[in-house]
């Protein structure tokens, strides 16, 4: 057996495709994160992500057409919604029970074979949004607003979260953080994903298990938890003060620190430049000036970059959009990934089995319970 490693830090457990994070830069398929960032479309993304390569102009519309026919969800998936303790329950928990849900309702959901798995992946890609945005409604009391076949994703997402057709600041801002949020090599909801897969469980086993992970604050949940370590510091001037007292207490500051990138994640330039534009915009440039101190703080005194969850929590928080929807909105973006995972993994399939180092007691001498 090989040495323990904890976290996995540094393990390489399996080859893929679909991105790469070599010195620092993340490409999907070979394509630059910056590139994509700037020029693409999130479904342009998504038909990379799946294929490799760059969609021509018809298969490139033929994946929006699907997905824009797919999103509408089941009756049955919006009655459930409907049923939840809507004070309590956090949207994450929603999501993962309603993909699991939507499982039930999809005829093919046993089925293992590709050609199977990928009409699933573009169902299951249309409708995590439709969930979002479902459940974000019932719980204001508001009609669950139906998709439009001729809206872009972004465009749909913003349209069913908010009943009215969205600005273009608006479709650009969402367009690009799901754009930058898709994919990520193995991360731990990806390595979750395809854990779960290699067993040969099916695909919406897979996408519950992945938003599982991703809900935990070291990971997708960071997002919300940085709105709201922000709003606990209020003003500027409180900023410093309050990491400082934090980082006394051995405390983390969340969105703050990755286990590969060490110098700087490349995505957080765009959104730390979308954060500024857009929290100007909106008069309330006092959440990106103390992220930039905060990030500049931490910076200096621990050696760590901001991460990709930093900038998305003031920038969601411009676009309106309820702090506990952020990390959803992470999980609408990366399932495009957490799919190509999957069927990565279905097609060269392994059952990934690591092995533990034992260190609890051996040799033990069973005593019958009543002699204990
Ligand atoms: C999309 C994403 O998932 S991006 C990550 C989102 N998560 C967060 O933003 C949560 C905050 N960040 C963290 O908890 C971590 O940086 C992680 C989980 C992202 C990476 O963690 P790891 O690679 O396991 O690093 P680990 O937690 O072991 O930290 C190493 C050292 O840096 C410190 N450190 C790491 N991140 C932070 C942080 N955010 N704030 C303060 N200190 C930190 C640790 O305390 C530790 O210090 P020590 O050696 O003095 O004990
Ligand atoms: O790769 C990671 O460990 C976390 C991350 O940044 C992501 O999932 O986008």
């Known amino acids: 057996m090989t ?29 630059k994160i910056d590139d994509l960032a700037k020029n693409s479309s999130f479904e342009e ?12 102009k018809k298969e490139l519309d033929q994946l929006k057409n699907e997905l824009a026919a797919n999103m509408e969800l089941p009756e049955q998936v919006i009655e ?10 956090h949207p994450m ?49 508001q009609e669950v607003v139906q998709p439009k076949k001729d809206l872009s994703y972004s465009e ?25 949020h898709a994919d990520h090599e193995l991360n731990a909801s990806t ?60 405390e983390k500051i969340m969105g703050m620190g990755h286990r590969v990138y060490k110098q700087g994640d490349p995505r957080a330039k765009f959104l730390k430049e979308m954060s500024r534009e857009l929290t100007e915009l909106t008069g309330q440039s006092k959440w990106y000036n103390m992220s930039v101190e905060i990030e500049e703080y931490i910076k200096e005194n621990k050696g760590l970059p901001a991460n990709v969850d930093f900038y998305s929590a003031s920038v969601y928080h411009s676009l309106g959009i309820d702090h506990d929807l952020f990390t959803p909105i992470f999980a609408v973006s990366r399932t495009s990934g957490w ?23 051996q040799s033990q001498q069973y005593v019958p319970v009543e002699n204990r």
């Open 93 to 141: 928990a929603a999501l993962r029970t309603a993909v699991s849900l939507l499982g039930l309702y999809d005829e093919e959901a046993d089925v293992m074979e590709t050609e199977a798995n990928k009409r699933k992946a573009v169902r299951i890609q249309a409708k995590i949004s439709s969930v979002v945005t479902a459940f974000a409604r019932i719980r204001q009391g």
């Open 156 to 180: 749909n997402f913003l349209y069913m979260l908010n009943g009215k057709e969205p600005e273009d600041i608006e479709v650009e801002a969402i367009n690009k953080a799901l754009v930058l």
């Open 339 to 361: 799919l190509a995972h999957i069927l990565e993994q279905y097609e060269n399939n392994r059952l990934i089995r690591p092995r533990a180092e034992y260190v609890g007691p």
């Open 80 to 89: 459930h919604l409907r049923s939840y303790d809507l004070s309590t329950v």
């Open 45 to 56: 993304v998504i038909y990379l992500l799946w294929n490799q390569k760059l969609p021509t």
């Open 3 to 31: 040495a323990m490693t904890k976290g996995l830090e540094g393990v390489v457990a399996t080859q893929s495709s679909i991105s790469s994070i070599i010195d620092d830069q993340l490409a999907y398929a070979g394509y």
């Open 191 to 250: 390595f979750t994903a395809r854990v779960c897969v290699a067993t040969l469980s099916d695909i919406y086993s897979g996408i519950t298990a992945a938003i599982g992970a991703l809900k935990g604050p070291l990971h997708g949940g960071a997002n919300e938890q940085v709105m709201a370590m922000l709003t606990e510091i209020g003003e500027e001037k409180n900023a410093i003060p309050f990491i400082k007292d934090k980082m006394d207490k051995k």
